[in-house]
């Protein structure tokens, strides 16, 4: 009968296994039904007042429902700005296509083509205004690098500016219309959300707002400190920077195959010329225009930034994610080496207690409470610790979990591929990656096997259940882990055979 000792060691190994399938879906839960907290600044108070707009004057409202998904966009002029293109059209002055080249996304979805809501819009509040400026006909032309919108109908006049520096553009808007202006950001990029957050995203002080669609109650405003506004999905953003005094957010219905579903579109307060960012989540872009914090970190951005930032680093000199990937690897090996050393002696000590342990508990087996008592005093003649093995595991949970992250957000890894895989940022098409992976799970296992023959069962269940769990993770992930398993087995292999054997003679 084994000792207490022994059981309880098996538990808490079962259970370490357990914990860390856990924690790799823990994301998926904690963003999809927990929202962040309201940002406090400063002295504690919220500075972004959030309200309800149903009864105040002025407030913009996108005319659904009337004549707007009548008003089929006819025509189009298509202009080349760098690394995006885009498609204006005369009626309304709005952008009704927008690809960013370099990934070949466009961030204008069906749903704001099936409802005519476009990027662009103006807005007062007062809907005879607003039909003009939205369905009234634009003088469009391009001079170098900047775009001209001009409407002019009797008294009312208005100008959009779009100037265009790199890799986003500066907006201005210019005209007589004694009202507040309010430009439409338009509904979130729609692309597979991978469990990120989806919808409207608010920068307020120090802090960033990320709303969850659900939490929206019709139509409601945000007033504070704001420096950017938008809307934005896992890999893709748009919206505007600035200086903003107010930002509306409008939940609304449509239907979809008989279905009714909801969407959120953003409109911010127009004083001073705005910076419009629409485009990849690109960290070298972001990181120019003071918005590196609009990638999702999530709630644990105490580990995930920094590891971001120690990749991105090691990317930008190597110029591939894979050399990141195992570079960051090596560098965690290194550092835990202490704890694999101590782990791996002292899972050679076990074997060598093996014979021992076995005649022990043949000799007890009707004597429980006395074979736990020889076993501890066999380990600490042996000076051995049964849970010494599980210390590894445990420090890389948080490692790995933020790593998880990380390749999760990272929208430069949709580029980068490895052999049959064309991208590092979705699951291998073949799955031979997770396959490899459990081998050298199997593997590592095999070289370093316990001196219990139920516990090595346990490890090679849990390789094979690793291998179906990682083969839908991004193939970033599963080459980090594989990578890990390598270099174990080679540290193992430096440890028994190379390092003790010196030391003995």
């Not at 100008?159 to 210019?174: P, S």
């Not at 600035?242 to 969407?263: L, M, Q, R, W």
């Not at 593997?443 to 179906?468: E, G």
Request: net charge positive.
């Amino acid at each position: 009968m084994p000792d207490k000792k022994e059981a309880e060691a098996k538990r808490i190994l079962i259970a370490m296994i357990v914990v860390g399938i856990l924690i790799l879906i823990f994301d998926y839960f904690f963003i999809k039904f927990i929202p962040e907290p309201p940002p406090h600044i400063g002295d504690g108070t919220i500075k972004a007042e959030q309200k309800k707009e149903e009864k105040e004057e002025g407030i913009p409202t996108l005319m659904l429902g009337t004549t707007r998904e009548k008003q089929e966009v006819s025509e189009k002029l298509t202009y080349d700005f760098g690394s995006f293109s885009l498609d204006v059209t005369p009626k309304g002055g709005r952008i009704v296509r927008f690809i960013d080249k370099k990934f070949g996304f466009d961030l204008i979805t069906d749903i704001e083509r099936k409802l005519n809501v476009f990027p662009l819009e103006i807005y007062t509040g007062d809907p005879s205004i607003d039909q003009q400026l939205n369905f009234g006909v634009y003088k469009i032309k391009k001079e170098g690098n900047k775009l001209l919108m001009i409407y002019e109908e009797k008294d009312l006049k208005l100008i959009k500016e779009l100037e265009f520096k790199d890799f986003y553009f500066v907006l201005r808007i210019n005209s007589n219309i004694g009202k507040r202006l309010y430009v439409l950001v338009g509904t979130y990029p729609y692309e597979k959300s991978f469990y990120t957050h989806e919808g409207p995203v608010i920068g307020i002080g120090d802090s960033i707002l990320r709303i969850d669609i659900d939490e929206i109650q019709g139509k409601q405003s945000y007033e504070g400190d704001i420096f950017f506004a938008g809307e934005e999905s896992r890999y893709f953003f748009k919206g505007l920077k600035g200086k903003i005094a107010k930002v509306i957010i409008d939940k609304i219905s449509y239907s979809e195959a008989g279905e009714e579903k909801y969407t959120t579109f953003t409109y911010v307060s127009y004083t001073e010329p705005l910076i419009l960012y629409m485009g990849a989540k690109y960290y070298s872009r972001l990181r120019e225009v003071n918005l590196g914090d609009l990638l999702d970190y999530g709630m644990l951005k105490i580990f995930v930034k920094p590891l971001f930032l120690f990749m991105y680093w090691v990317f930008e000199y190597t110029g591939s994610w894979i050399v990141s990937i195992v570079f960051l690897t090596l560098i965690l090996r290194i550092i835990f080496f202490p704890l694999n050393y101590k782990s791996t002696t002292s899972m050679m000590k076990f074997q060598e207690l093996a014979p021992k342990m076995e005649k022990l508990r043949k000799k007890y087996k009707n004597d429980p409470v006395k074979l736990q008592q020889e076993m501890m005093k066999l380990y600490s003649e042996a000076g051995v610790n049964p849970m010494s093995g599980c210390l590894p595991i445990l420090v890389q949970i948080p490692i790995f979990f933020a790593l998880y992250k990380v390749l999760i957000i990272t929208v430069d890894l949709k580029l980068s591929g490895l052999l049959w895989i064309p991208s590092l940022a979705d699951k291998d098409p073949f799955y031979l990656l997770p396959v490899i992976m459990g081998l050298t799970m199997i593997l590592q296992q095999k070289l370093m096997p316990s001196p219990d023959p139920k516990q090595n069962l346990i490890m090679y269940i849990s390789a094979v259940a690793f291998t179906f769990l990682f083969a839908s993770f991004p193939s970033g992930l599963v080459l980090y882990w594989t990578v890990n398993n390598i270099l174990s087995i080679a540290q193992n292999y430096l440890i028994k055979n190379v390092i003790l054997k010196r030391k003995k003679h």
